[in-house]
């Protein structure tokens, strides 16, 4: 082997055992927060929570994975009329394949299941999220927002959401 591949490897070795502290230091940064996560992926748990995220206030329902792609789908069609042709088509797609996926996820996910077939959760979603700003919701109006963000990126939570009343 020469100098290059090898050095190449060691690279690539170090790079992926960078990779992999990163990653258990992420999934490590809120034990509690993961816990909620996997709830919400296993047992099929939803609740009202408020994040705090790189100074942002993000406040909503958590929700699992599967739950999360069936309400970004029924989003999207909402929005197909008001689309035009290339819009439609785009959205005819992607929600196709993101019924396909979904149809991949079980309802509810056994521990084996989570452990044996899926990686820890990076992500938590959200049903009827609003994003604070001072003492504005955004949006104000209607439903909230369909949110997902990374596990690793919450700086800290609250149980409970949060109103403008």
Known sequence: M??????????DQ????QGSEQRKGALEKDP???LIVNLAETVGVE???????NGSTITGVVINYKTYLREIIGAMRE????????GRV????????????AEEIPDL???EDEEEKHPPRRFIHLRNARVIAGSN??????????????ISSVDGFSFGTLSGT
């Open 2 to 11: 020469d100098e290059v591949t090898k050095k190449q490897n060691n690279e």
């Open 14 to 17: 170090d790079s992926e055992e």
């Open 32 to 34: 509690m927060l993961n």
């Open 47 to 53: 609740f009202p929570i408020t994040l705090f995220v």
């Open 79 to 86: 929005g197909r009329e008001g689309s035009n042709e290339l």
């Open 90 to 101: 785009f959205i005819d797609t992607f929600t196709g394949a993101m019924e396909k996926r």
């Open 109 to 111: 996910l056994s521990e």
């Open 137 to 150: 919701f955004f949006p104000t109006q209607g439903r909230g927002l369909i949110w997902r963000g990374r």
